[in-house]
């Protein structure tokens, strides 16, 4: 089945523990992308990438970070959260990268983080 | 810069009436457009595209949504709500660019 999977699903930490959000792909898309979702703000756009080993800010990268070592993961890293960053977390893959901006995106299940 | 707005960010109708999202746009080129639904406890799915083929886009579950320049809007319109429509709808534009850009998101209610 196709499908973007993301872990883990509920989440609560304290201010300053590291942490890493998972999200895999097994469409074999070239781009993937983090959104967070809060309360009348809609979602906006954290990072994106346009293929392996290639990254982007999106509107509100601060205080995250993301790689993309291999084309199936994109991990979501809080080096230090703090509780600004307690929010729903979604990521999204498709094919082809941005190419012709119609292209569907696939959204994984969801995370919801809690930072106390 | 591109830009959405949803008109409304809750709305409520009885099972078997019109439902009626707006979504009003702002690009200096023409975009694209979509519609995406997310169900309680899960992520978005799309419901809808216009891609500057036909402006009446048909969607899954009975929705549609008609592009018009003139007015720049983009309305999600069903003709009779069902009780499993009940959900968050967003929508979202996107500009030969590698983002879309979502609206704040309409929660429809559907009242028996």
């Known amino acids: 089945e196709a499908q973007v999977t993301q872990n883990p699903r509920y989440l609560i930490t304290v201010t300053g523990k590291k942490l890493t959000v998972t999200c895999s792909q097994n469409m074999n898309h070239e781009y993937m992308s983090w959104y967070r979702q809060d309360p009348g703000l809609g979602l906006r756009q954290i990072y994106y990438?346009?293929?392996?080993?290639?990254?982007d800010k999106g509107d509100v990268p601060e205080g995250y970070k993301v790689s993309r070592k291999e084309k199936r993961n994109f991990p979501l890293i809080l080096e230090s959260p703090s509780p600004n960053q307690t929010s729903l977390y979604f990521c999204?893959?498709?094919?082809?990268?941005?190419?012709?901006?119609?292209?569907?995106?696939?959204f994984g299940p969801g995370t919801r983080l809690t930072v106390l | 810069a591109q830009s959405v707005t949803q008109l409304g960010s809750h709305v409520s109708v009885s099972e078997g009436a019109l439902v009626l999202l707006r979504c009003n746009y702002s690009s200096s080129v023409p975009p694209y457009l979509f519609w995406y639904v997310q169900y309680p406890n899960q992520g978005l799915q799309l419901l809808l595209k216009?891609?500057?083929?036909?402006?009446l886009v048909k969607g899954i579950n009975g929705f549609e949504a008609e592009f018009k320049k003139s007015e720049t809007s983009f309305h999600l319109t069903k003709p009779s709500a069902h009780m499993s429509d009940a959900a968050e709808y967003f929508c979202a534009v996107s500009v030969a660019t590698d983002k879309l850009i979502f609206g704040t998101g309409t929660r429809l209610q559907v009242f028996p």
């Open positions: 990438s346009m293929n392996v080993e290639v990254t």
């Open positions: 999204a893959s498709s094919f082809p990268a941005g190419v012709t901006s119609t292209d569907t995106q696939y």
């Open positions: 216009y891609t500057s083929a036909a402006t």
